[in-house]
C-alpha cells in the first residue's frame, strides 16, 4: 500500500534522480578546478556511471545466488563498506 508506494518514490526519484544529477553536476566543477583534461572527465564520468548500468545485472546476481538467506543484504554490506572506505580516502587523501 502506501508504504510500498514511500518506498518506489524514494528508490526511483531520490536515488536515482537526485543522486545521478547531483554526481554530474558536481564531476564538471571539481574537475575543471582540478584542470583535467576533457578526454580524463569522460572517462571518469563513464567510470561513475557504471553503477547505474550495472544495477539490473547485480538485482539477478543477488537473486541468483543469495549470501546467507538474504538475497539483498549480503549484497548491500559487502558493497557499502568499501564504498564507505574509499569514500573517506577521497576526503583524506591530499590532491
Not at 569522460?42 to 556511471?49: D, E, G, Y
Not at 550495472?54 to 549470501?67: E, H
Amino acid at each position: 500500500g502506501a508504504r510500498f508506494l514511500r518506498f518506489v518514490v524514494v528508490a526511483y526519484l531520490g536515488m536515482k534522480g537526485i543522486g545521478l544529477t547531483l554526481l554530474n553536476s558536481a564531476m564538471l566543477p571539481i574537475f575543471q578546478q582540478l584542470g583535467v583534461a576533457s578526454s580524463n572527465f569522460q572517462l571518469a564520468s563513464m567510470v561513475a556511471n557504471t553503477p547505474w548500468a550495472a544495477k539490473g545485472w547485480i538485482g539477478v546476481l543477488s537473486d541468483c545466488f543469495p549470501i546467507g538467506r538474504y538475497h539483498k543484504r549480503g549484497y548491500l554490506l559487502l558493497t557499502s563498506y568499501p564504498g564507505l572506505a574509499a569514500t573517506c580516502a577521497l576526503f583524506t587523501v591530499p590532491v
